[in-house]
């Protein structure tokens, strides 16, 4: 009875919601599988036995029809040799071999049945494992792949981040050294020369330009990478 309970249980069981509620599904779906092959076996075997049984009451129960029928050979003999007593002793051993062929019928009726339940409780449980074996194969390939999915995600969102603030640090620290570069140079103009020629006049304003150019580009440079982040 525990063997068919446990059968019973793996026959019912329900793979996805096992996944659902398991810690480590692939490890989880072996486990099941392993069961299932487990009592596989054992019901394969209490398959034979019960054959096995089967075949032996039906022997018995032959048997004891043989002897029926070789006493009521040897009753009609004595009859005919005129042997009454002898019949009647003769017929007293048919009807016991009778009974007992009888009752060896009904065993053999209880064994076939059980025999029988339990080769179609093997043949659903062999469908259920070829079945589980596959849906096994195909749930454990998708938590594979959702795992390496994952685990890729994860790497290019580290990539990805890394590149892009590595990309802006880099672009703004140019610019920025540019523009510090054209403040010094213009300063340094200032400071140094107190009369300004026409042609320093144009170099100032040139230069006051550079860095309003150099400002703007690192504007638009930084509103590109800020829209692409």
């Known amino acids: 009875m525990a063997l068919m309970e446990r059968v019973a249980m793996l026959l019912r069981a329900n793979v996805n919601d096992m996944i659902d509620r398991a810690e480590d599904p692939e490890k989880m779906l072996k486990q099941l599988l392993l069961d299932m092959e487990n009592q ?4 394969k075997t209490q398959v034979a036995i019960a054959i096995a049984d089967q075949h032996l009451l039906e022997k018995k129960q032959q048997e004891q029809v043989d002897g029926a029928a ?16 002898l019949a009647r002793l003769a017929l007293e051993r048919a009807l016991s071999h009778e009974e007992m062929a009888a009752g ?14 339990l080769r179609t409780t093997y043949v659903k449980l062999q469908g259920k494992l070829k079945e589980t074996q596959a849906q096994c194969e195909m749930l454990v390939a998708q938590h594979r792949r959702a795992k390496m999915a994952g685990r890729a995600t994860k790497a290019q969102q580290t990539i990805e981040g890394s590149t892009v603030r590595g990309a802006k640090s880099a672009v703004l620290g140019r610019f920025k050294a540019r523009i510090q570069s054209a403040e010094a140079e213009n300063h340094a103009g200032r400071v140094l020369l107190e009369g300004e020629s026409l042609e320093d006049k144009f170099t100032k304003l040139e230069r006051d330009g550079k860095v309003e150019q150099l400002l703007d580009e690192l504007k638009q440079k930084h509103g590109r990478l800020l829209q692409a982040g």
Not at 104 to 117: D, I, M, N, P
């Open 40 to 43: 596989l076996l054992q019901v």
């Open 104 to 117: 060896f019928a009904h065993q053999v009726s209880e064994q076939t049945a059980e025999a029988e339940g």
């Open 70 to 85: 070789n006493w009521r050979g040897k009753a009609e003999l004595a009859v005919k040799k005129g042997e009454d007593e």
